[in-house]
């Protein structure tokens, strides 16, 4: 059967593409002829708007005075010579201003100064991505940058963004390579900054982008958070899928938090935080403690014996706040006890098919504070080290509702028990650091350059096996410290629960009561052989 041709309305497809272009070219010189009517009508819409919003926003007792100036000053407009074609030139030639095109023209390209600094940084980059034996070399010494840099950006006559391409027998798998090539952009972008490098090993390219600092002005407060969710932080935008509401020194904004979630379905129950002194160790205990007391209970072990954490001492869900060794061991011995009753509580349940018990349901949060120095006092009365008692909430403290966050000095690593190194998956480093201290506690390198000025609280986070991510603690300090600032102890102060009760002093032969119904003991019974 012989093919119907196609109708001629369907197959003449070059007159409709002439059609079409005619039409097009028809309307941008309308648009050009008409430019100046429509420029004039936009500013008549834009004066007509302004009047109706000042019409609105006059009190109803001064609209008669403001009509009858109106229709005064028409009068003598309408009676001085020329006045009407007068008054329709200036209403005309304001409608033009007001309607007239303000979209600032983009620079053609880069200013001399721009075009200096990144043909300075192309010329660095020769002796590391180029090869003699390359026959079309993409780096050479008398090149130029254009074929190697796709995309650019200055502030301020700074760089803060590059984009470059670089030859496929670079060995950009290499970390000495990479390295070698992040120092240098590094310097020649200009120091006092922090910097990411974004490596796509497919497609050959490097990007190069300068971050702004950390807002160190979030201060401890209530976050918009679930059950089983703590706030450790603050990072960039990018770098997470989520923003909470916080109220800073610019007053509420929404910023990108890290963080860090536990309970029984959580892979990372367990943290473990380290950093030099006065880095805000355990100022991020004292935040957990403030966020944990929203939702269950915490027992505090400081063992620095220094009393930071004496603001939350008789606290309503605080169970015990103890610094001594025989108290320490005490509480977390009864906190291994209180783990493994959960268990079997959470078994029973389980295997009659009942829910589960709402004490065992309802979170504890287990913060231990230098426990390296506890082991240190330990060992020299010959005792058991504390941090073995450790042992059941760690390995099941995730079923059983129990969470267990570690802070100490970065030099008593080799003090703490292999049991708290292996079990903690969440991990925080804080301070000034070298990028090869950071990747020995996280167990990956840092993608951003050290940081010039390094606020307390400033440090890096990663959670299991996900991303190194920038941090910034939020402020807690001590309320009950005098070199507290005033907001900063009211803003702490406010998200303590309750009122403390007055401190007891029991003789050594009293209990030691941790506020649970079920679990009192003696300081005599409870101490380790």
Sequence with gaps: MARRPLPSILSSRPGLVRGRDLARSAADSATDVLHPVITIARGLR???????????????????????????????????????????????????????????VAPAGPSEAETGRLQSVYEALVPYLSDPADPAPLYAHDGSWDAAFSEYEFRQGRLVRLHLRYPAYFTDGEADSRARVEQLLHAKAGRGREYR??????????????LPPLPTDIVAQRFVTSPGETVLGFTDAGAVQRTVPVTGGDGTRDAPPVVW????????????????????????????????????????????????????????????VESGLAGAAATLEWAA??????????????????????????????????????????????RQDPQALLDVPLRHGRTANVAVAVADQLDATEALAPLV??????????????????????????????????????GYARLGTGPVLRLQVPATPDPYDEETSAPHREAVLALLPGTPEEPATPPLPEPVTLRKAAVVRTVADLELS
């Design 46 to 104: 834009k004066q007509s708007s302004w009047a109706g919003g000042w019409w609105g926003r006059t009190p109803k007792d001064r609209r008669g005075p403001a009509l009858l100036l109106a229709a005064a000053s028409l009068v003598v407009v309408v009676m001085m010579p020329y006045g009407p074609l007068l008054a329709i030139a200036a209403l005309m030639a304001s409608a033009g201003w007001m309607g007239r095109d303000r979209t600032p």
């Design 197 to 210: 490098f974004d490596w796509n090993e497919e497609e050959n390219h490097l990007t190069l982008t300068a």
């Design 261 to 320: 979630r536990t309970g029984a379905r959580s892979t990372e129950p367990h943290l473990l935080a380290l950093g030099q002194p006065g880095t805000g160790t355990t100022s991020l205990l004292r935040s957990i403690a403030l966020q944990a007391l929203a939702h269950g209970d915490v027992v505090v072990v400081d063992g620095s014996g220094t009393g930071e954490f004496a603001c939350l001492s008789g606290r309503p869900g605080v169970l015990a």
């Design 337 to 382: 006890n209180e783990t493994e009753r959960r268990l079997i509580a959470v078994n029973r349940a389980r295997q009659a098919g009942n829910p589960v018990a709402e004490d065992v349901r309802r979170p504890l949060w287990i913060l231990v504070d230098r426990p390296t120095a506890l082991t240190q006092l330990a060992l020299a009365e010959g």
């Design 421 to 458: 190194i292996a079990q903690t998956r969440a991990r925080v480093v804080l301070g000034p650091l070298a990028p090869e201290h950071v990747t020995a506690v996280l167990g990956a390198p840092q993608l951003t350059t050290p940081a010039a000025d390094v606020p307390p609280g400033r």
